[in-house]
């Protein structure tokens, strides 16, 4: 009989990256983490001990716990949380079977610092298109989906980076840029270690649109208009990063789900 309490390894994985996925709590003690200090996509590390304390953040919200091999410190953390009224599961075999599965695995050896909320923080040059939304998009998705974003005039990009202690990112000269012929998605996607197959695809749809050479892929001219016509749409620039959330959620899951799928007007006297 299935689990009415614990979420299996490839039960998670379709949910990884998308708007909808539940929150992923890593409980490991220390000693387990330092061991393998990569965290699952988008999840949040936690102490089980003081799990009375933190529980209310994510009230309303569905959770996923993760330990080490998805036993005691998941289960009883997992449980509290329903106690106080959050739908919460364990996952079945923890970090272990994720990682022997070949679950998608973020490195945090470049994830920037905190604030005091626990967020990342990050700045970037105003007006965004392409790299300047899809990187955001990749952060909340997969690495810190509290992730916050700073844009503003690109004189000031250094400077507001250095007084808000938020990380410059697509501007010339930083960590976080082009490399090559690669866009700062690129970057992000190789130095989180986030190597997929639809990260892949999506990936090359961004570069060609990114620098303009729509013809590496059939879906790069269709992705820029798209990207351009959002920019024309909002003179905001954290509502048209909400709006393009969308945009990129749709392409991700064209990419993971739906390459082989055509749509085909269906023949007459038969059903569509």
């Known amino acids: 009989m299935p689990s009415t309490t614990a979420i ?8 990884v990256g998308l708007p909808g996925a539940p929150a992923i ?17 988008a999840s949040i590390r936690r102490g089980f001990k003081t ?6 953040d994510f009230a309303g919200k569905p ?14 953390v997992a449980a509290w949380l329903r ?34 909320k626990g967020r990342t923080v990050w700045v970037t040059r105003a007006r965004p298109k392409v790299d300047r939304i899809a990187c955001p998009w990749l952060i909340r998705r997969f690495v810190d989906p509290h992730a916050v974003f700073l844009f503003v005039e690109a004189a000031e990009v250094p400077a507001v980076a250095d007084r808000f202690q938020a990380v410059p990112f ?18 992000m996607i190789e130095e989180f270690g986030l190597e997929s197959t639809a990260l892949d695809r999506l990936a090359a749809i961004v570069r060609a649109a990114d620098t303009a050479r729509l013809d590496l892929v059939p879906q ?7 990207s351009l016509g959002l920019s024309r749409m909002f003179r905001d620039d954290l509502e048209q990063l909400e709006a393009g959330m969308l945009l990129y959620d749709a392409f991700f899951r064209w990419c ?4 082989e799928e055509t749509h085909n007007w269906p023949s007459a006297g038969k059903p569509s």
């Open 8 to 15: 299996t390894v490839s039960q998670l994985s379709r949910l």
């Open 220 to 226: 790069a001219s269709g992705f820029l208009a798209a």
């Open 170 to 187: 697509d501007i010339d000269d930083v960590f976080w840029s082009h490399r090559g012929e690669r866009c700062t998605f690129d970057t």
């Open 63 to 76: 959770v996923v716990v993760v330990c080490q091999k998805g036993l005691k410190l998941s289960h009883g």
């Open 25 to 41: 709590i890593d409980v490991r003690i220390d000693e387990d983490f330092d061991a393998d200090p990569r965290l699952l996509p």
């Open 256 to 259: 993971r789900d739906a390459t």
């Open 83 to 116: 106690h106080e009224g959050i739908p919460a599961e364990s996952l079945e075999g923890g970090f272990e079977a994720w990682r022997e599965a070949d679950g998608l695995l973020v490195s945090t050896d470049k994830l920037p610092p905190r604030d005091e």
């Open 51 to 56: 799990v009375s304390t933190w529980a209310p």
